[in-house]
Structure formats: C-alpha cells, structure tokens
C-alpha cells in the first residue's frame, strides 16, 4: 500500500517512543527495535501479539483535551469488548514538537480488529507487535 502521508509524519511516528504502563513498571519501545518487556508481558497475559492504539489527534490533526479524552474513553470502551488486557500507553515524540498521546497497548486481539478501530477513530497508523515483540508500524492511510 502506498501511503498518502507526509514523509516526514511517517518518520515522526517512527522515531517515537511508545510508552507502556506508568510507574515503575512503565517500559518504552521503538519501531522496528526487539523489546524485551513487552515479550515477557505478552508471555505473561499467554498472547502472540500486541498493539499501540490512540484516539488522540486524528488525522493528525491538533483537537482539544475535551475531544481527546471524550475519543479516548469511547476508544477504552470498544477495546474492553475485544481484548485480553488493556494498558494505558503513552506516545511521545522526543523531540518535543508533537504533544504526547495517550492510548492503550491492546494485548490479544486480531491485526484486523485494531486496524478497524485505527481506522473508525480517524488514525493514521497503528503499532503491531507479534509474536517476535518488534514493534513495527503499520500505516493505515
């Protein structure tokens, strides 16, 4: 698929780190980079597969807190329905010119059931983490 994004969007969203879980439990992980910690907490919840979801921004495109929240709580809610385990995740550019997004690391769900939300809340890519935990991105417009 070739995508209609910019490239320098893409290469954002490539360079991010994508944090799951807060506290000391809290790890971060990097596209295209094996991550230990989420391999042991998808061993852990007996899963072959993870991903990183948000409903902040979509498009790309700048919304309020209130938008934000009101998308990520519809979000949590349909996740609840086809999930194993739902961890908040944070989203951060670190060089500090795109505002963190908060989302979830879905934990057993299909590749199709996560693209089709990607899609229904309007985002331009999604996380995929299999059964190797090398996060890659997977762009959906």
Request: some cysteine; overall charge positive.
């Given at each position: 698929?070739?995508?209609?994004?910019?490239?320098?969007?893409?290469?954002?969203?490539?360079?991010?780190?994508?944090?799951?879980?807060?506290?000391?439990?809290?790890?971060?992980?990097?596209?295209?980079?094996?991550?230990?910690?989420?391999?042991?907490?998808?061993?852990?919840?007996?899963?072959?597969?993870?991903?990183?979801?948000?409903?902040?921004?979509p498009?790309?495109?700048?919304?309020?807190?209130?938008?934000?929240?009101?998308?990520?709580?519809?979000?949590?809610?349909?996740?609840?329905?086809?999930?194993?385990c739902?961890?908040e995740?944070?989203?951060?550019?670190?060089?500090?010119?795109?505002?963190?997004?908060?989302?979830?690391?879905?934990?057993?769900?299909?590749?199709?059931?996560?693209?089709?939300?990607?899609?229904r809340?309007?985002?331009?890519?999604?996380?995929?983490?299999?059964?190797?935990?090398?996060?890659?991105?997977?762009?959906?417009?």
């Amino acid at each position: 698929m070739t995508s209609k994004l910019p490239d320098i969007l893409v290469a954002q969203y490539r360079l991010a780190d994508y944090r799951v879980g807060a506290g000391t439990d809290a790890f971060i992980m990097h596209i295209d980079r094996y991550s230990a910690p989420i391999n042991k907490l998808m061993r852990a919840k007996q899963v072959s597969n993870a991903a990183i979801i948000t409903a902040f921004n979509p498009l790309g495109r700048i919304q309020s807190a209130q938008n934000n929240r009101k998308a990520h709580l519809i979000l949590q809610r349909a996740l609840g329905r086809c999930a194993v385990c739902l961890i908040e995740s944070t989203s951060l550019d670190p060089a500090g010119t795109w505002p963190d997004e908060t989302g979830f690391c879905v934990l057993g769900t299909s590749f199709e059931t996560v693209c089709a939300l990607g899609l229904r809340f309007r985002q331009n890519a999604i996380v995929w983490i299999d059964y190797d935990a090398v996060p890659r991105l997977h762009l959906l417009r």
